[in-house]
């Protein structure tokens, strides 16, 4: 992988991720762009003990444009996106209506390819390891800055979920603090390693799915169940079998073969409700350990905490969404139309081709 990082007219980070060690990028963000202006602040609420942020820059962000005007596709002519070149394998760049920005965090843009077309399910082993790659360097890079304290890399796919461009892409937001769900998995990570003397809650739940019916898809490295408790109808977990805190401790081996089960994954799950169906939206979120203090959670380190990979979609049978309503939205207790035994036996069944 070769790293190449410029900057945009308006003074935004923009790197390429290529491939070839051999790639030049030397083009120039030929816009007339104003300096980034962001409002972002973090509010916490004294009741629930969680933070949000608000963002009144985004109401402007792009909505829906036509594929000839999507900002994501390389620059052609005189038609110029945030993305200089004429092409490109994958790339990163700050977003410019950032949810989180300054002493608030940081978020990000990563564009999975050029095709504007494609999905991450379409890409290659080689282009998906490319981008495993820069989701890990970009780890790596926003964990050292001062004001960040989680790093979260997810995509966001489909209309149904709330996606303004078409262009495959995914995000990452680097959070000022430890995300309410990844603080509710250390307490329980912490008052398990308590009662039990020891033993860690994630390898026991992972013991257990292993020897479960949930189990979708099983490699040397990785597993994918769903989960006993599942809140979406089909949601599927992807754990390396050895546990580590953070995609920066994932050995060569669990490296190469992450594309082959991820991809396999993707597939079926645009195989779900049948032929003909449009693609199934989704969200793909990855978990990992927070790189501030933990001392909240006693007892309880980084290693403890399990590096995991999310993926749901918010459709329930064909043509038909999940809404989060009064019991989910207002008390926050998911009720599931699909029981987690069928979805994993049908995602077992729908194999790609």
């Given at each position: ?250 050995d060569e081996e ?85 029981p987690p ?13």
């Amino acid at each position: 992988m070769k790293k190449t990082s410029t900057r945009l007219a308006d003074g935004r980070e923009l790197i390429y991720y290529d491939q070839r060690d051999d790639s030049v990028r030397d083009a120039v963000d030929r816009r007339p762009l104003d300096p980034t202006v962001t409002t972002s602040e973090v509010r916490r609420d004294p009741l629930l003990g969680d933070s949000i942020a608000v963002a009144s820059h985004r109401q402007g962000r792009i909505y829906h444009p036509p594929a000839d005007e999507c900002p994501l596709c390389p620059s052609q002519g005189d038609r110029l996106s945030e993305i200089p070149d004429s092409s490109y394998d994958a790339v990163v760049f700050e977003n410019r209506f950032p949810s989180l920005a300054g002493d608030s965090g940081r978020c990000e843009v990563v564009c999975f390819t050029s095709d504007h077309n494609a999905s991450f399910a379409d890409l290659t082993e080689e282009q998906a390891r490319l981008v495993l790659d820069a989701w890990t360097d970009r780890t790596s890079e926003l964990s050292h800055l001062p004001s960040v304290e989680q790093v979260f890399c997810f995509e966001n796919r489909g209309a149904e979920i709330g996606v303004t461009l078409g262009h495959p892409h995914g995000q990452i937001y680097a959070y000022p603090f430890t995300t309410p769900r990844t603080a509710l998995m250390l307490r329980s990570v912490a008052a398990h390693k308590e009662a039990t003397g020891g033993e860690n809650l994630f390898d026991a739940v992972l013991e257990r799915e292993l020897a479960d019916e949930r189990v979708v898809l099983e490699g040397e490295h990785w597993v994918a169940f769903v989960p006993y408790a599942a809140h979406w109808p089909y949601e599927v977990h992807l754990y390396p079998k050895r546990r580590v805190p953070d995609l920066l401790a994932l050995d060569e081996e669990a490296r190469t073969e992450f594309p082959q089960v991820y991809l396999e994954l993707l597939r079926r799950f645009d195989r779900i409700f049948g032929e003909g169906e449009p693609p199934t939206p989704y969200i793909s979120a990855w978990h990992q350990a927070p790189f501030g203090a933990l001392e909240e959670f006693e007892g309880v380190n980084r290693d403890d905490f399990a590096l995991h990979l999310e993926l749901f979609t918010v459709r329930r049978t064909s043509g038909k969404l999940k809404f989060l309503a009064g019991s989910e939205s207002g008390m926050n207790v998911f009720i599931n139309d699909v029981p987690p035994e069928f979805a994993a036996r049908r995602l077992r069944e729908v194999a790609s081709s």
